[in-house]
């Protein structure tokens, strides 16, 4: 773990120049709003073009599932898909749910030969999920895979789109 930087950044996720960016997809990943827009809007057709036949192998992605794709034309070699859970108010394995959308997308970052990844706020947006208890899950996943992998990542960064996630993901990576 000690050989991976772990950052917060204020920012558009579709603007790091990263290896590999997570979109907080939808299971049609067909694209839709907030992150999963931005992320097809910038990259072009070429990312909808492969969710389209990661459909057709496999049919939807399940919530707390990622697939990769080419990063189109962003910075980012790579996007990874994973879908977020809805909050329905924290009782139905939500945090199990979140975090393994964070193990999952790491993993197979790893499987791809990514060294640099981004993160946005997964499921703190339409999904609903406060986004203090968001961070909280967020961060401790990363810091467990970490923990648990020898890991060839050398940075990991969550990007933040507003002031309030910032300042949260910002104390809990200080706080350790």
């Known amino acids: 773990m000690e050989n991976t930087k772990l950052q917060v950044i204020k920012g558009d996720i579709t603007k790091q120049e990263v290896d590999a960016i997570v979109n907080a997809a939808n299971s049609s990943l067909l694209g839709g709003g907030g992150v999963d827009g931005a992320i097809h809007r910038a990259g072009g057709p070429a990312i909808l073009e492969e969710c389209k036949q990661i459909r057709a192998r496999q049919g939807e992605c399940p919530t707390g599932e990622a697939v990769i794709t080419t990063g189109g034309k962003l910075p980012a070699k790579y996007v990874i898909h994973t879908v977020g859970p809805v909050w329905h108010g924290g009782n139905q394995n939500e945090p199990e749910l979140l975090a393994s959308c964070y193990r999952n997308s790491l ?39 970490l923990q648990q992998n020898n890991t060839s990542l050398q940075s990991i960064t969550f990007v933040c789109f507003d002031e309030e996630n910032y300042a949260l993901y910002e104390e809990l990576l200080r706080d350790h």
């Open 107 to 145: 993993a197979l970052a790893e499987e791809n030969g990514v060294q640099s990844i981004a993160f946005p706020n997964i499921s703190t947006g339409v999904y609903g999920y406060p986004k203090e208890k968001a961070a909280k899950v967020a961060v401790k996943a990363v810091r467990e895979y």
